[in-house]
């Protein structure tokens, strides 16, 4: 990941992705995706440098989200957390090869 931007006192992240390779549809250049970080206690999975593996949808619209975000095409994990697998890229790849067909 390039960069992530917060908003709503860190409730919310834009985070800007370049995909290496995308399994359904298309990703002509980078992607953003927000991750909602209700949970001060819980850490977030999408950080600056990480690398993820990451299923995600179109971005609901939500009254919070549009009230913060800049406006464009945004994308969420699906499911919210369990849509993302980050850490060391080494543990990425293993994941991704369980997701593999």
């Known amino acids: 990941m390039a960069t992530v931007d917060t908003y709503d006192?860190?409730?919310l992240a834009l985070v800007h992705i370049q995909p290496t390779r995308v399994v359904k549809g298309?990703?002509?250049g980078p992607i953003t995706v927000i991750e909602r970080r209700d949970l001060s206690s819980v850490p977030?999975?999408?950080t600056s440098g990480a690398t993820v593996l990451l299923f995600a949808v179109p971005a609901?619209?939500?009254s919070s989200a549009s009230a913060v975000m800049p406006a464009g095409r945004h994308f969420e994990p699906v499911g919210g957390r369990p849509g993302v697998v980050s850490g060391p890229p080494a543990d990425v790849t293993e994941?991704?090869?369980y997701r593999q067909p």
């Open 60 to 62: 609901t619209r939500t």
């Open 44 to 46: 977030d999975l999408m």
């Open 26 to 28: 298309a990703a002509d």
């Open 9 to 11: 006192e860190g409730r």
């Open 95 to 97: 994941a991704d090869l």
